[in-house]
């Protein structure tokens, strides 16, 4: 951790079966990720309440991750299906709010996607890195 | 109630796992940080947490403490969770009073390198977690009863091997097979490594005791069509596919005393349409209504009604015994069953996509299953291996190992198809047995005869006089005059190109999830490894087990094995499949959604998204709510993250419980 140099907030809301057990994976491979990303674990991306994202915005979150099942894999049938349909509905809220939308992503990782987390991970936090601190941390301020 | 209400006293314990968390981060950082939180009363840190001491300090920090919650910072809450809320209940708490912080899996393995930045990001893990611990509260796992049957899907010899052990355990199995009979693969081979035992006289008498066993419901030409419920109580729909021929049961059932088929073929004899046999792969003629076999299991004729031209002579041979019905249909049947288990093994890759190899353009490269049926007394040349352009003998034979295995090409599989080597030198072995003179080569990469007596049959194979050349093979060609093949490879050892003419090439091409297994994997719910075989709980502590509780898996669906692995498997999937059977009742984790009626306004919303229809709409007091049947409920939270109203409690992962974690994670901590 370089001295003096911004750290991003960001949360990531994981489903229990595929993308928390992708998380776990890359640990037992030891592939190595920068650790700015804090994780909260719920069993189905489904229960990722609107509300849920918002709360974190306002908290002052720089960006949020969900992460859940591949389509068709979700432990209980659909309930990726029924999160992704919010997260797009939360996209277009964020940008009404003058927040950028990629600080908000949605993937999509199997518990045998080890190495693809570690690069989702890398991925989101070059975007929030490149975007800089949160619209409404730099009102706050 | 006032106990209830209590302010929060919770315990947090920081594991060191010996250098695998302490080596990366800083523990004592982390537990004198906890003691700064609110709610925490003690913060501690062991070595070893799982341990013995380990949990033995929960218990006594419960006791000393009068703790209403515990944190755990150590592995994933994937591996062990569970045994820190038996430690919690130990204590005497609630075993949900338990929160846990995964400093391990996705903080110290991943962040090696970064000792400050996973220190700083475990002191939030835990901030997160207790801020979730102190809102816990007591819950209390429904107890579901589970019938006394088992389901077991697939019938080659894993399939067969864990419905016999349910079987004998007492447990009514339902056993179902796609195909007209039970054997699955290893009903095709003719030997068996490193034995030489032949594969047919060990497997039928097997299907044989499958065939008679009274606690065995066996449906063959049978899919599952359908599955609800969960462990203990599975719904499955089966889809019994018309096979135009009744057994003597059906047919009984019908009022046709005496009849249904008796397997003497009569239909056989008369039938005017002639297919090629896939169980010969093609190099056997069948007729519309077939057999694969004669010791198929169950001995009973099925109709192809693809080829079927419904002439009717077949009908008029069968005469009294009245077995056929060319207007049958397909059927279908639920039966309920506690657990179930996955066995529904492989198929082989479609070699021909490696061009390079010439299957299907040159008429003398054949499969290792197809040397399979030529070699074997029953086959459909008696045993006589011969070159399928002319016939002739083969007098050398080249075996291409690795044949679209460890092939990182991205047309073939990246993984070992680990039974090839071993079969390989078995087919080796053959020829120079059957066929004095013959001259097998073997191209390898390495062989792998990693098994108990396998290293020893390879150098058997090596002394009989077979050939291995190191390298893999680039190229075959076809001779157009004589058919013979040329085998390009470069000999690795040597370092030399290698041109050898032989008259026929065996490919031992890698294997692959039985087609369509896609469909029933996604009905049970289990997950596939990227390369597409079934995914297991845990590669080493659960190789069994599947994340959906009471579905377990046995054999090469779950990734290649041979006949011994498999049949390990199985009996240890039946073994594990037993257990909640046994039992009798099972724990299903108390994560229900509740509806809180005064925040609900009957809109009805969540019940048309629960994918189990646990949600209906109710009056109340002269109000419509909504109502969870909680049997039904799996706690995914669907539900509730959508209720605009906020009127569903999801235990244990309840708004205010989440909304906790957001706001400790950003608006607590040192800022
Ligand atoms: C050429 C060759 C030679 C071999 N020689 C040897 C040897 O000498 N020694 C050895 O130990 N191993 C050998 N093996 C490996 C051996 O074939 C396997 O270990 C064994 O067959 C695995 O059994 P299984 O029950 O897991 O799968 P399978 O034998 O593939 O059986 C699976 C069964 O499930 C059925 N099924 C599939 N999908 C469904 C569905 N959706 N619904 C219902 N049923 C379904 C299939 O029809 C099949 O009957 C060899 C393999 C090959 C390719
Ligand atoms: S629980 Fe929520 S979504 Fe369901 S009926 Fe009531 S208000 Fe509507
Ligand atoms: S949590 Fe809600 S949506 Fe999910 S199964 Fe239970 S009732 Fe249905
Ligand atoms: S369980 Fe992973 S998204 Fe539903």
Redesign the interface.
């Known amino acids: 951790?370089a001295e003096g140099e911004w750290q991003p907030?960001i949360?990531a809301i994981i489903c229990?079966?595929?993308s928390?057990?992708g998380?776990?994976?890359?640990?037992?491979a030891?592939?190595?990720?920068?650790?700015?990303v804090?994780?909260?674990?719920?069993?189905?991306t489904?229960?990722?309440?609107p509300?849920?994202i918002m709360?974190?915005f306002a908290?002052?979150?720089d960006g949020v991750l969900v992460s859940g099942?591949h389509f068709?894999?979700c432990?209980?049938?659909?309930?990726n299906y029924?999160?992704a349909k919010?997260m797009f509905l939360m996209k277009s809220v964020l940008k009404d709010l003058g927040i950028e939308d990629n600080r908000l992503r949605m993937t999509f990782v199997?518990?045998?996607?080890g190495a693809k987390w570690?690069k989702v991970i890398e991925d989101v936090v070059k975007t929030v890195k490149d975007l800089g601190p949160s619209p409404l941390n730099q009102l706050q301020q | 109630m006032a106990e209830e209400k209590k302010q929060p006293r919770i315990g947090v314990f920081v594991c060191h796992c010996g250098t695998n968390i302490a080596g990366s981060l800083d523990v004592k950082a982390v537990q004198d940080y906890a003691r700064t939180l609110p709610g925490v009363i003690v913060a501690d840190e062991y070595q070893y947490m799982c341990s013995t001491p380990g949990q033995k300090k929960i218990d006594d920090a419960i006791k000393e403490h009068d703790l209403t919650g515990i944190v755990v910072a150590a592995c994933?809450?994937?591996?062990h969770e569970p045994t820190f809320r038996t430690a919690t209940k130990e204590g005497g708490l609630n075993p949900f009073r338990f929160e846990m912080a995964?400093i391990?899996?996705?903080?110290s393995?991943?962040?090696?390198?970064?000792y400050?930045?996973?220190t700083?990001?475990a002191k939030?893990?835990v901030r997160?977690a207790v801020a979730k611990a102190a809102l816990l509260e007591d819950l209390y796992p429904k107890s579901v009863p589970v019938e006394h049957a088992a389901m077991v899907v697939g019938a080659g010899v894993g399939g067969i091997q864990a419905a016999l052990d349910l079987a004998s355990a007492g447990i009514k199995t339902y056993l179902i097979e796609k195909t007209p009979t039970i054997g699955g693969r290893m009903s095709q081979l003719d030997k068996t490594f490193p034995t030489l035992d032949c594969s047919q006289c060990i497997l039928t008498p097997k299907m044989v005791d499958v065939g008679r066993h009274p606690n065995i419901e066996l449906h063959t030409y049978t899919e599952v069509e359908a599955v609800e419920g969960y462990i203990g109580n599975f719904d499955i729909t089966l889809r019994k596919k018309a096979r135009g021929v009744m057994t003597p049961t059906e047919a009984t059932a019908k009022g046709i005393v005496g009849g249904g088929c008796n397997g003497c073929g009569d239909c056989d004899a008369v039938c005017p349409v002639i297919k090629p046999n896939p169980f010969e792969f093609g190099m056997k003629p069948r007729k519309a209504i077939y057999i694969y076999h004669p010791q198929v299991v169950p001995l009973i004729y099925t109709i192809d009604f693809d080829s079927c031209v419904k002439c009717g002579l077949c009908v008029e041979a069968c005469g009294e015994k009245k077995a056929i019905d060319l207007n049958m249909e397909d059927s279908f049947e639920t039966v309920k069953v506690g657990t179930v288990i996955l066995a529904t093994g492989y198929d082989a890759f479609p070699i021909e996509k490696k061009r390079e190899w010439g299957y299907k353009q040159f008429d003398n490269v054949i499969t290792s299953l197809e040397f399979e049926r030529l070699i074997c007394a029953s086959g459909p040349t008696g045993g006589h291996l011969i070159r399928p352009s002319d016939g002739a003998t083969p007098k050398k034979v080249a075996f291409v190992l690795c044949a679209g295995s460890r092939d990182n090409t991205g047309v073939g599989k990246p993984y070992c198809s680990r039974f090839c080597c071993m079969y390989s030198l078995k087919h080796a072995h053959q020829i120079t047995e059957k066929i004095p003179g013959c001259q097998a080569y073997i191209f390898y990469m390495d062989i792998r005869s990693f098994g108990k007596m396998y290293e020893e049959f390879y150098y058997r194979i090596q002394d009989e006089g077979t050939k291995f050349i190191r390298g893999r093979v680039a190229n075959i060609l076809e001779d157009a005059k004589t058919k013979n093949l040329h085998v390009y490879a470069e000999d690795t050892l040597l370092g030399q190109p290698v041109d050898m003419v032989v008259d026929m090439v065996v490919l031992a091409a890698a294997v692959e999830p039985t087609q369509g297994v896609d469909t029933v994997r996604?009905m049970f719910?289990v997950?596939?490894?990227?390369d597409g075989w079934m995914?297991e709980a845990h590669p080493k502590l659960n190789p069994c087990g599947t994340?959906?509780a009471g579905v377990f898996l046995a054999g090469v669906c779950q990734g290649p094995k041979d006949i011994p692995d498999t049949v390990a498997q199985a009996e240890g999937a039946a073994s594990a499949a037993s257990i909640p059977i046994h039992m009798g009742k099972v724990e299903l984790e108390p994560?229900f959604a509740q509806c809180i009626e005064e925040k609900c306004a009957g809109c009805g919303m969540c019940v048309n998204?629960c994918?189990?229809s646990a949600l209906d709409l109710i009056e109340k007091d002269g109000r419509t709510v909504m109502h969870v049947t909680e049997a039904k409920c799996?706690?995914?939270?669907?539900c509730?993250?959508?209720c605009p109203g906020?009127a569903i409690y999801?235990q244990h992962?309840t708004?205010p419980q989440?909304?906790a974690?957001?706001?400790a994670?950003?608006?607590g901590g040192e800022q």
């Open positions: 951790m907030k949360l229990n079966w595929c928390y057990a998380a776990d994976l890359a640990g037992s030891r592939i190595q990720y920068p650790p700015d804090r994780a909260i674990r719920v069993m189905c489904g229960r990722v309440d509300l849920f709360k974190a908290d002052g979150a099942c068709g894999d432990h209980y049938i659909a309930g029924k999160c919010r199997s518990a045998s996607e570690a | 994933s809450p994937r591996l995964n391990r899996e996705q903080n393995w991943v962040h090696m390198h970064d400050e930045g996973a700083a990001k939030d893990a997160i996604k719910g997950s596939c490894s990227q995914l994340t959906t994560y998204l994918p189990y799996k706690g995914c939270g669907t509730g993250g959508f906020g999801m992962f708004t989440i909304v974690q957001i706001d994670f950003l608006l």
